[in-house]
RNA sequence: CGGGGUGUAGCGCAGCCUGGUAGCGCAUCUGCUUUGGGAGCAGGAAGUCGGCGGUUCGAAUCCGUCCACCCCGACCA
């Protein structure tokens, strides 16, 4: 892409209205832009990335056996009347009248219009586990929505269910999401740690957190400290397998969320205790019956009676999961992304456009990077080279080469590591020995 | 939902107390100069001063009212 034709409105200062660092740098990179409270536009560079994190959740969710499907924003009120929840549900939840004044809602969560799904379609233990997801908007109308889009009141989010005959094999699904969960953080690029909220429930709900640590974070995790150094290298291991001993492994470390922790009661002497903000970005629940039963989600068993089924959610706060990472990368030049998320792999800034040398080596390293398969930025403006400097700093892609009469002319650029700030100089030939993916796991 | 705060050009702000023809920086447009960390000079364009009502000869400024947005708390992916 080349930056002259790239809607990416950059802002020097930062508007009145950001408050939070990753939402001053999301607004001031231009990857949003607010519409009303909680409520914003993904611009390009930030719907890039939105992309990139769904696309992995994506891949990770299937490779752990679950079916991608797409429920409406919109459902009709007459789900949410069991259990009296619709009105339970207070003022956060956006409701809408039709023109046939039919009462409909902004969906805040799938739970009854999945099981709806399911006890429509599947009336036999043969038939489970049945395993779904998908990636949609939701909205809760939240009492005071912040941090931009970390907490919006419009959220992007993956949410994916279970149904299983009996507790134990609901179980089995919990725990692959829960593997699931900790390879695509890992994929991201970010340490989360599952946070053990009911430690001591035996039978009962259960339901793990996942946080990433951030120096500003909105909540607080206490957690023994040898998590943080822990090995959440999880590449080698088979959803067919008994996850039990693996997640257990993960789960002998004590770690509570700031409202579930309990100082008296802690198992860890103080020592070896630390207490880190963070941000919550995924959350696990084993519900149970809690929705099948009044929904009257059964299935016929090998013994001819019915029986209700035990249910699952698993939820990743993808919108969310932009400004986390935006909160927990950056530093005073701008955003520092991880590989594998980062809007685009590398940026190509000409410093000298109207030198013909530049410009014949930026077009002919963007030309080959291109048909290699890169996704690149190339910054082909007339900006002067200060502000070329600075912008590419400020949206923050991994990797910057810079062209430049000082070097152009011996066929040499200037690559600099976003993170480390480390600059070589390196010939064009090795830039594309170094940054083409055959050569280099760069996606 | 309680408490605090802010609305003036695309962005950041001054002006308001003490009413009198709308200002500054950056961005933008034109020209010249400059060219490795958000340039300099000169010129230009751009505003129903959040909306409505009131006081007044005259309101960005004073009064009333409504709206929007932000921050702190309680609450949530």
């Keep these: 892409m080349r930056l002259s034709s790239y809607f990416l409105p950059t802002l020097k200062n930062s508007p009145r209205e950001a408050d939070t660092i990753s939402h001053r740098l999301m607004l001031r990179a231009g990857m949003i ?8 536009s993904w611009l390009p560079l930030g719907f890039k990335v939105l992309k990139r994190i769904e696309q992995i959740i994506r891949e990770e969710q299937n490779a752990a056996g679950w079916n991608e499907m797409l429920m409406p924003t919109i459902q009709p009120a007459e789900l949410w009347y069991k259990n009296n929840c619709y009105n339970d549900y207070g003022p956060e939840m956006l409701r809408i009248t039709d ?29 489970l586990p049945s395993r779904l997801y998908h990636i949609q908007w939701k909205f809760r109308d939240e009492v005071r929505p912040r941090f931009g889009v970390m907490r919006g009141r419009e959220f992007l989010m993956k949410d994916a269910y279970s149904f299983d005959i009996d507790r134990e094999t609901a179980k089995i699904n919990y725990n692959r999401q829960f593997m699931a969960y900790l390879r695509t953080f890992n994929r991201l690029g970010l340490k989360a740690l599952p946070v053990n909220a009911d430690s001591g ?25 040898d998590w943080l150094n822990a090995d959440v290298n999880i590449d080698k291991f088979d959803y067919n397998e008994n996850l039990q001993p693996v997640v257990d492994s993960y789960l002998k470390r004590y770690s509570a969320t700031k409202a579930r922790h309990d100082p008296v009661n802690c198992p860890i002497e103080l020592g070896n205790l630390i207490n880190l903000p963070c941000i919550e970005v995924g959350h696990i629940f084993y519900l149970g019956n809690k929705y099948s039963e009044p929904m009257g989600a059964r299935v016929t068993c090998p013994n001819g009676r019915k029986k209700v089924v035990h249910m699952g959610s698993y939820g990743i706060g993808i919108s969310r999961l932009v400004g986390a990472i935006v909160e927990a990368y950056n530093d005073k030049n701008g955003i520092v992304w991880p590989e594998k998320i980062a809007p685009f792999h590398l940026g190509l800034i000409n410093l000298s456009v109207d030198d013909m040398t530049c410009r014949t080596a930026s077009e002919d390293i963007y030309t080959k990077l291109c048909s290699a398969g890169v996704d690149i930025l190339m910054d082909d403006s007339y900006y002067r080279p200060g502000v070329k400097l600075a912008i590419m700093d ?13 070097h152009a002319v011996n066929k040499i650029v200037e690559i600099k590591n976003r993170r480390t700030g480390k600059r070589e100089e390196i ?6 020995t170094r940054f083409a993916p055959a050569n280099q796991a760069l996606t």
């Design 33 to 40: 832009q607010q519409s009303s409270t909680g409520i914003y």
């Design 99 to 127: 023109r046939h004044k039919h009462n409909m809602l902004y969906g805040p969560t799938n739970e009854w219009q999945i099981t709806d799904i399911f006890k429509k379609h599947i009336h036999s233990y043969k038939k």
């Design 201 to 225: 429930l035996i039978g009962g709900k259960m339901n793990h957190e996942f946080v990433i640590l951030a120096d500003k974070g909105e909540s607080e995790v206490f957690c023994q400290k």
């Design 394 to 406: 400020l949206i923050g892609l991994p990797w910057q080469i810079v062209v430049s009469p000082r």
């Design 427 to 432: 010939s064009v030939e090795e830039v594309l």
